[in-house]
């Protein structure tokens, strides 16, 4: 069993920061691709970020140069910083990872709770 826990999300003005965290926990022999997707009211889910086991990332167009994906692995932890935040930015954001339970699994998707973020003045 995987559990992926978020926290960091809510209330800010235009401009502002926050820092999004995913914490894996249970049963895992190895974590692959981390990363974070959003969904605003009406829209689909999209890419926000990724991040690889070695530390490469991609992330979509509209958050480039505002928004760093990190992980840290002794932590099973994955953040997401946002700097410059636009009202555009409001949406869940839900946390994705890509891990394998055990040494006999492939690799399974976990999706987190999501954590509202709200940006307005």
């Known amino acids: 069993q995987v559990q992926l826990v978020e926290s960091g999300g809510g209330l800010v003005q235009p401009g502002g920061s926050l820092r999004l965290s995913c914490a894996a926990s249970?049963?895992?022999?190895?974590?692959?691709?981390m990363g974070w997707y959003r969904q605003a009211p009406g829209n689909q889910r999209e890419l926000v970020a990724r991040i690889t086991s070695g530390g490469n990332t991609n992330s979509a167009d509209s958050v480039k140069g505002r928004f760093t994906i990190s992980r840290d692995n002794a932590k099973k932890t994955v953040y997401l910083q946002m700097h410059s935040l636009k009202p555009e930015d409001t949406a869940v954001y839900y946390c994705n990872t890509l891990i394998v339970p055990n040494r006999r699994a492939t690799q399974r998707d976990y999706w987190g709770q999501g954590t509202q973020v709200t940006v307005s003045s």
């Open positions: 249970g049963t895992i022999f190895r974590i692959n691709d």
